[in-house]
């Protein structure tokens, strides 16, 4: 079975910091993966998602992820953060076949001080 | 930019009750999902559809829950009767065929049963 893991349930980071949330999933073959972003009372928006090839990925808002097999890892990382990225943060595995759920992680919930 | 939509945006009912929360997928997507979030938690698939039927149930989905595309353009899940713990928000999603392989969300509809 697939699962994630998101072991920071929260992160405060001053605005103009760098930022890395960290995110490990468990799949046997290789997983499909996601970042979304929810702010409060919002849905789901897709950040950055990862397929096949380079193994670092951009996505809207300044955000990137790399995609590391060897330690089962897919962090999000931004060099400055603003304070518009406060919200709650899901990293999420779907497997590589059509139709398929996704498994999200319990989440991260990024502060940024002023 | 196509989107997927959902109604109501708020739905309060009394435990017992039957409650059908409607969604509006993107026009040519073919696999369709509902997920649900109680409050403070992590996302959680519920059930996936594809060619007019189930693909895919999780354990939460039971037989108070059913799906049902009625039309071309209506995705709908019926809970037949609520119970307190069915409170949450619950979010429509659709695919389309192929890559890429990426889910889009609906902004949910909070269900509060009192």
């Known amino acids: 079975a697939q699962s994630v893991t998101q072991p920071d349930i929260h992160i405060t980071v001053s605005e103009g910091a760098s930022l890395e949330l960290r995110c490990n999933y468990s799949?046997?073959?290789?997983?499909?993966l996601f970042w979304y972003v929810q702010s409060p009372g919002q849905g789901l928006q897709l950040l950055l998602k990862y397929f096949s090839g380079d193994t670092l990925v951009q996505g809207i808002k300044g955000f990137e992820a790399e995609f590391k097999r060897s330690q089962s890892s897919f962090n999000l990382r931004k060099p400055s953060v603003h304070w518009s990225d406060a919200a709650e943060y899901f990293c999420a595995v779907g497997a590589k076949s059509s139709g398929d759920k996704l498994t999200f992680g319990t989440g991260t919930r990024l502060a940024v001080r002023p | 930019e196509p989107e997927v939509t959902q109604t109501p945006s708020h739905q309060v009912t009394q435990m017992g009750q039957e409650v059908i929360l409607r969604c509006v997928p993107i026009?040519?997507?073919?696999?369709f999902y509902w997920y649900r979030q109680i409050l403070g938690q992590k996302v959680e698939f519920l059930v996936s559809f594809y060619n007019n039927e189930i693909s895919e149930k999780s354990e939460i989905f039971d037989d108070q829950f059913s799906v049902e595309r009625p039309d071309g353009s209506n995705f709908t899940l019926k809970i037949r009767s609520t119970k307190l713990e069915d409170s949450a928000m619950y979010f429509c999603?659709?695919?389309?065929?192929?890559?890429?392989?990426?889910?889009?969300f609906g902004p949910g509809t909070r269900l509060t049963v009192t």
């Open positions: 799949y046997g073959a290789t997983p499909y």
């Open positions: 026009s040519n997507h073919l696999y």
């Open positions: 999603a659709s695919k389309g065929q192929g890559l890429p392989y990426e889910q889009y």
